[in-house]
């Protein structure tokens, strides 16, 4: 890949002003609304497709190739229980943009870890990720419908990142630009925060 296709996507990544999928712009009813939301934010699009991407660079195993997934899945699940019951958890919206940032670095330097350290830094990302859409799911009388949306298109995405980390394999160097490209736009991301 040129820089020529991209910088002019890292230009819009951090111009863009409606960069959280969980900005309440976006309608909380029903699966397809669930299934939706995900591909509308670029911070949740991002994380999840550099959570595959991770995954195939840590192995090709298929069995232990799901494992990132699957755990930030069920992690997602339990920060949505927490921000649909109300729990506070301060600092949430730092936590997802600092989750963009280090899986980009991650990538970047490509760093192979233990399946469990992996998963447990997966799953603390997940939290914080699946809490956001939690606290908008809270009013929401169609729970059930929209997680389920929520989890497979989050699913779906995980599947992308997979696929784009094993076309990669032949090229190490793109896994450095794609997580470098990550990391910039979890610095947007940052900034927009704090």
Known sequence: MRLKYVLPLLIQLLWARQSFAHTG???????????VHPLLGADHLVAMVCVGVWAALMTAEPGRLWRLPAT?????????A???????????????????????LLLLAKVRLSGV??????????VAHGY????????NTAFTAYAGGFV?????LHILGIVLGRCLLPAPGMYRIAGGAASVFGIALLAQVW
């Open 25 to 35: 712009f976006h309608p909380v009813e029903g699966f397809a609304s669930g299934f």
């Open 72 to 80: 930030f899945m069920a992690a997602m699940v339990l920060g949505g």
């Open 82 to 104: 927490l921000g649909a019951f109300g729990v506070e958890v301060a600092g949430m919206e730092s936590a997802i943009a600092a989750s963009v940032l280090a899986l980009g």
């Open 117 to 126: 350290l992996a998963s447990l830094i997966v799953g603390l990302f997940a």
């Open 132 to 139: 956001a859409h939690g606290l908008e799911m809270a009013q």
């Open 152 to 156: 497979i298109a989050t699913g779906a």
